[in-house]
């Protein structure tokens, strides 16, 4: 799994994430994989991936291959390009549906942080988007991440330091999350 945070404070926007990789009980850290990153450039746009390592791939690729950058400047437009990628990882990227008839909505497997000049959003499985007004967390170590930050919004420190010690406090308790912290930043639109 991975923990994922994003931070608006003081006109910056940081999205920051681990580096670990797992694959059940074996751990692949960043000293062992090169392509260890969890975020990505999609136009203006900075997008952390949380799931199985080929979401990212998948990610880079769909993205890579669009006509123009999608538009993630907003909540509606956001859901918009979620819904286009949903149909492309069942029919180009061979997503299986979900075996649980519990669920209403079919899961597209991965939750994702999003960062860009106008906002701070995150996009949860079932395609569901929220724009926070000064930061998350997602993955496995979300609520140690999400505790650390509450924690730490309100003091001296960065957005980006807020965000690397989130991911710093949860790899600490989570043996599902692993440092080093990857953490890109922006300049918020006024």
Known sequence: ??????VKKDGIAALAADTLTKWGSLKESAKYVVNHGKILHVGDSLVAVTGYSTFLLILRDYFSHADAAPDLSNVHTIFRTWQALHAALKEQYFLQAGEDKE???????????????????????HRSV????????YGSGAELA???LYALYDTPLSAEAIARKAIEAAAEFDDRTGLPVEVKSLQLLS
């Open 130 to 137: 929220q724009e926070f007004a000064r930061f998350y967390a």
């Open 1 to 6: 799994m991975t923990t994922l945070v994003v």
């Open 146 to 148: 999400l505790g650390a």
């Open 103 to 125: 669920d209403d909505l079919e899961s597209s497997q991965i939750d994702v942080l999003i960062a860009n000049p106008r906002g701070i959003f995150g996009v949860a499985e």
